[in-house]
């Protein structure tokens, strides 16, 4: 029974460490070497190389031609089903906050340096905003990615945009990395993001991040700009905060994962 229980707790502990690899791997921009995960990990070279070859064979990992290691295409399947089904469980909310403020309400999450969007609940207006569930942006040019990079670490967001780059969707766009180090930080003190026509001519958003979810998430409203007034954002911002600290304490309460 002793040896029984002690394969179980070894197995456990060997998946820990794998999935813990995996977010070292993410952590490092989705590639390194097996000396930077044994420094990422602490854990000894023979393991790291036990758990990547076994992560490899089944296509969670990929060994590139200069012999680094990078996530691979097998948990790309993963991710997009895990962020679908979180924005199916959030859509409640986002009607719900569609009912208040009158726009259309979206959910996205920060996925591979892109915001991606998770779910959607339009507006009853005809003239709404629409973004198809599943499109992927940069973050530098939304109100979402803004949202969402305001709450990382400077390093991070540095080092993101330097993967990036900061091309330009409209004459608004941040295109300018101090600049918009300067406009994130004005978002963590302010509370909210706003997109004004940055992705989209003639189109306002208001973005709040989600505290406390599993990745980077962000809610937001977005609608015409002489519709979305700034005396509507004035009005509108404290709905959308209150509908995104209501998602993320379900989450917190509930542990749900993405």
Known sequence: MAAEKNG???????LQRAFELLEHLADTGGEASLSELATLSGLPMPTIHR??????????????????YALGARLIRLG?????QFGSWARPLLAELVDEVGET????????????????????????MFTEVGRRLLPHGTGVGKAMLAHLPSEDVTALLARTGMPSYTEHTFTDQDALL???????Q???????AEQELGVRCVAVAVPGAPVPAAVSVSGPSGRLTME????IAPVVQ??????????SKDGVTV
Do not use: C, F
């Not at 997009?80 to 679908?84: G, L, P, T």
């Open 232 to 235: 509507a954002v004035e009005r």
């Open 80 to 84: 997009e089903n895990a962020s679908m």
């Open 190 to 196: 302010q509370g909210y993001a706003l997109d004004e």
């Open 105 to 128: 309400a979206n959910l996205a999450v920060l996925e591979r340096d892109e915001v991606v969007y998770v779910a959607q609940v339009p507006s009853k207006h005809s003239m709404r």
């Open 51 to 68: 758990l990547i070859r076994t992560l490899v064979d089944l296509g969670y990992v990929r060994q590139n031609t200069n012999r680094r």
């Open 242 to 251: 209150r509908i995104a600290t209501s998602l993320g304490s379900t989450l």
């Open 182 to 188: 300067l406009e994130l930080a004005k978002i963590a």
């Open 8 to 14: 179980r707790d070894g197995g456990v502990q060997s």
